[in-house]
């Protein structure tokens, strides 16, 4: 999990359909951290319906963990955890703090943590 760079995360919309996009992740004692836009549709769904799965792929292999997601509050933790996403994709940040895409993660007005709790784990 920690060499793969790219995840399929899922959540469930106001109509009970899965919304699925790839991400860039980060795990640690068997969970999954995803930073995204604060007011992206992961995070929305998450306010009305916390099922969340995940998919990591290497090769034909791949480890599917489906359970609950809630986006990370403690402001520790939010920054603990933007750093290592930082430190894995080794992100250069500018002097305003911005990715290349002018991206600010650790601005918590614009960027959030989702930390996906497993309920099971399937390897395939």
Same mark, same amino acid.
């Given at each position: 999990?920690? $060499?793969?760079?790219?995840?399929?995360?899922a959540?469930?919309?106001?109509?009970?359909?899965?919304h699925?996009?790839?991400?860039?992740? @980060?795990y640690?004692? =068997?969970?999954?951290?995803?930073? @995204?836009?604060?007011?992206?549709?992961?995070?929305?769904n998450?306010s009305?319906?916390n099922n969340?799965?995940?998919?990591v792929?290497? =090769?034909?292999e791949?480890?599917?963990i489906r359970?609950?997601g809630?986006?990370?509050?403690?402001?520790?933790?939010?920054?603990?955890? @933007?750093?290592?996403?930082v430190? $894995?994709?080794r992100?250069?940040l500018?002097?305003? =703090?911005?990715?290349?895409? =002018?991206?600010?993660?650790?601005d918590?007005?614009?960027?959030?943590?989702?930390?996906a @709790?497993?309920?099971?784990?399937l390897f395939?």
């Amino acid at each position: 999990m920690d $060499k793969e760079r790219l995840a399929s995360f899922a959540t469930v919309d106001s109509d009970c359909r899965p919304h699925v996009v790839p991400v860039f992740f @980060t795990y640690e004692n =068997g969970r999954v951290y995803v930073q @995204t836009d604060k007011n992206s549709v992961k995070v929305r769904n998450l306010s009305r319906n916390n099922n969340v799965a995940v998919a990591v792929y290497r =090769g034909e292999e791949a480890v599917v963990i489906r359970g609950k997601g809630r986006v990370v509050e403690d402001h520790q933790e939010f920054r603990r955890r @933007t750093q290592d996403h930082v430190d $894995k994709y080794r992100l250069q940040l500018d002097d305003h =703090g911005r990715n290349s895409l =002018g991206i600010p993660p650790f601005d918590r007005r614009v960027r959030c943590v989702i930390e996906a @709790t497993p309920k099971s784990i399937l390897f395939w």
